[in-house]
């Protein structure tokens, strides 16, 4: 019997739990919100395994704001983790659990407006770097190779052993990341994984 979406989801959510990186309590796996790949976004947050976090990324859509404060609850409700994507001030009326920033809006004046964890994205060993000053876990991309429009050149899973291996934060995997490619990053200091398509048939149950 072919396996559903969330038979997926539940069997990437563990392969992440079970890299040996830092995470000091944080999920292995989160999930990233895309417009076009994550329509439907309560199906989705009630769809996820058990755990797994959410990063919503909202872009200022207006028919998505509406729907933040149910998606944290949702998740919540589930035992995960919802992070929301540059918006501080949306992130604590919600009581979201922190705030995501992408690589070029991580600022210091950024972090300062930001509550809860804090999470970044890092395409370069000097984003990565900056992030470990301001960031409670950094998202390195692109790992493996992806469909993503935003998606560049694959690096692999030792290139970014080799970048994560200096710092003592989570770092976690983004781009191509599935109940494959994900198996490359065992025993190399991993915290975990990021996933966008791998995650969008979870809704298929």
Known sequence: MAKTGYD???????LADALDGPREGL????????????????ALAHALPDG??????????????????????????KGGLCLIAAEPELAAEIGADGVHWPERWLTGAHIRRSHGLVSTSAHSP?????????ADLAFVSTVFASRSPSATRPMGAFRL????????????????????????????????????????????V
């Open 8 to 14: 997926g989801a539940a069997r990437l959510a563990r």
């Open 27 to 42: 999920p292995g796996l989160f999930c990233l919100t895309d417009p076009e790949r994550t329509p439907d976004l309560k």
């Open 52 to 77: 797994v976090g959410l990063i919503l990324r909202l872009f200022g859509r207006d028919e998505l704001h509406a729907q933040a404060a149910d998606l944290v609850t949702i998740r919540h409700d």
């Open 126 to 134: 000097s984003a990565l770097r900056r992030a470990k000053g301001l």
């Open 161 to 204: 052993a080799a970048l994560a291996r200096p710092h003592s934060m989570p770092v976690y995997a983004l781009g191509g990341v599935n109940t494959r490619t994900i198996k490359r990053l065992n025993h190399l200091g991993i915290s975990g994984v990021g996933a966008v398509g791998a995650l969008s048939g979870s809704m298929r």
